[in-house]
């Protein structure tokens, strides 16, 4: 069972969790993510402060940081909407196979070690942030988007492999996008639609695969998502994702590119650090 937490932690963990919750807001408007490559690593060192043992530390992450980025992702979605540029075609075509590979990446999270989850958000952060960096619009698979079985396959992973890293997909599916020659602008625009596809059922599924290891999670903890930590983040990501979006549409595109690498580079080297510790 966890250790009784002092007051005084307690009052500066919920400071901690209430400004990651406004900077969350602003990368998911920013970059048409979910916010998931931020919440992870913050509840992971916040968990790891209060005591949650570490076999159920890292589902306990994503499992939250699905949750959380069900408001955020659909405030994101709504204020790139505005600006006119989600490609509303491709999450028609993605809608099924996303929340299928979604399904199935929480059923893995049930028996998964718990390394696995940080292993899958390491190698995807390293290559979207390579592609981002150095590659910039020499590496593709195509100039056109391919057709609707191939995009059935690409969207059934994209949800597999969100569900296991706690993103909204958006870092997945940009890299995607991109690949096949659409503008990151674009790119980032309906990705943040994807969020909203992805977050609902991988939550759901979070909370039934955390379901046997109640005893042992934080108190008010639904499976594998902390109730306490999805209340203090959601106002302030609501509130600044609309910030986000806005700066994304005045950045121009490569320092969007370069801005978006150098950060998924610090998340995914704070996991290698983690494995290896």
């Known amino acids: ?27 998911a408007g920013l970059f048409g ?20 043992p570490e076999d159920v530390r890292m589902p306990l992450c994503v499992g939250t940081s699905l949750a959380i980025i069900i408001p955020t992702s659909i405030r994101s979605f709504n204020a790139h909407r505005a600006k006119g540029l989600v490609d509303l075609d491709i999450l028609k075509i993605w809608a099924v ?18 390394d696995l989850f940080k292993i899958v958000f390491v190698f ?46 958006g870092q997945l599916s940009s890299l995607f996008m991109t690949f096949y020659g659409r503008p990151i602008h674009q790119a980032v625009a309906t990705s943040s639609g994807l969020g909203v596809l992805i977050s609902i059922p991988g939550a759901l599924g979070f909370i039934y695969a955390g379901w046997p290891k109640m005893a042992v999670l934080p108190p008010l903890s639904l499976g594998y998502v902390s109730l306490i930590g999805f209340a203090l983040f959601i106002p302030t990501s609501i ?39």
């Open 239 to 277: 509130w600044t994702a609309p910030i986000g979006a806005r700066l994304a549409h005045r950045l121009s595109k490569r320092r969007l590119e370069v801005t978006f690498g150098i950060f998924l580079l610090v998340v995914a080297g704070r996991f290698v650090w983690s494995l290896l510790a």
């Open 1 to 27: 069972m966890l250790a009784a937490i002092p007051m005084g932690d307690l009052a500066f963990l919920a400071v901690s969790l209430v400004v990651a919750g406004a900077f969350t807001g602003i990368l």
């Open 124 to 169: 995807v952060a390293v290559a979207s942030a390579l592609r981002l960096l150095f590659a910039s619009d020499r590496w593709q698979l195509g100039t056109e988007i391919p057709g609707k079985v191939l995009m059935s396959v690409y969207g059934a992973v994209i949800g597999v492999l969100s569900a296991l890293m706690g993103i909204g997909g």
């Open 97 to 114: 196979p996303v929340v299928l590979g979604v399904v199935a990446g929480s059923y893995i999270a049930r028996f998964a070690p718990p």
């Open 33 to 52: 993510v979910g916010g998931g490559a931020v919440i992870v690593p913050v509840l992971y060192e916040i968990f790891r402060v209060i005591g949650v």
